[in-house]
T-cell receptor, first 111, second 113 residues
């Protein structure tokens, strides 16, 4: 059973600090990794995707992938109260068309 | 550019009634996915289509659930008869190619009493 694990939280971070969200996955053959943000009562929206080992930066967001250790992380710099949401990690499964989803980490940014 | 459009946004029905959820994917997206989200089980893939053809329906909970995609711009998810345990948020999502990100609709919140 392929799995994606996330700490459910809540993770509480002061405004302006760096929020670090982590995700581990069980399938060593996984190729695609996605971070989605979901506000309460809303649909998931894509934040970052990464395919290669290393870091990928987009504004205040950085995705980090380490295939050897089978983890992917999301860093949010200069955290804002508007970043408060649940962050979902998704990893491709048996086929390129299916994603295995983590349960999500609830992030709270305290003003 | 319009995103994925789902209707209705909310549906409240009584146990035993038929429920039909609708989805219009992003134009040009060849892959369409139906997901269900609950607090207990998170996001679950129910079924996905490629070029209007159902590829994998192993996530459909039981025969009460059925999905169709008669053309590239429309899909339905039907539950007949509905049960209280079907209460959840149902999302439709589309993507342009394998391994590309999913674009989600706003979801349909279904309540079966």
């Amino acid at each position: 059973q392929k799995e994606v694990e996330q700490n459910s939280g809540p993770l509480s971070v002061p405004e302006g600090a760096i929020a670090s969200l982590n995700c581990t996955y069980s399938d060593r053959g996984s190729q695609s990794f996605f971070w989605y943000r979901q506000y309460s009562g809303k649909s998931p929206e894509l934040i970052m995707f990464i395919y290669s080992n290393g870091d990928k930066e987009d504004g205040r967001f950085t995705a980090q992938l380490n295939k050897a250790s089978q983890y992917v992380s999301l860093l949010i710099r200069d955290s804002q109260p508007s970043d408060s949401a649940t962050y979902l990690c998704a990893v491709n499964g048996d086929s390129n068309y299916q994603l295995i989803w983590g349960a999500g980490t609830k992030l709270i940014i305290k003003p | 550019d319009a995103g994925v459009i789902q209707s209705p946004r909310h549906e409240v029905t009584e146990m035993g009634q038929e429920v039909t959820l609708r989805c219009k994917p992003i134009s040009g997206h060849d892959y369409l996915f139906w997901y269900r989200q609950t607090m207990m089980r998170g996001l679950e893939l129910l079924i996905y289509f490629n070029n209007n053809v159902p590829i994998d329906d192993s996530g459909m909970p039981e025969d009460r659930f059925s999905a169709k995609m008669p053309n590239a711009s429309f899909s339905t998810l039907k539950i007949q008869p509905s049960e209280p345990r079907d209460s959840a948020v149902y999302f439709c999502a589309s993507s342009s190619r394998p391994n590309s990100p999913l674009h989600f609709g706003n979801g349909t919140r279904l309540t079966v009493t």
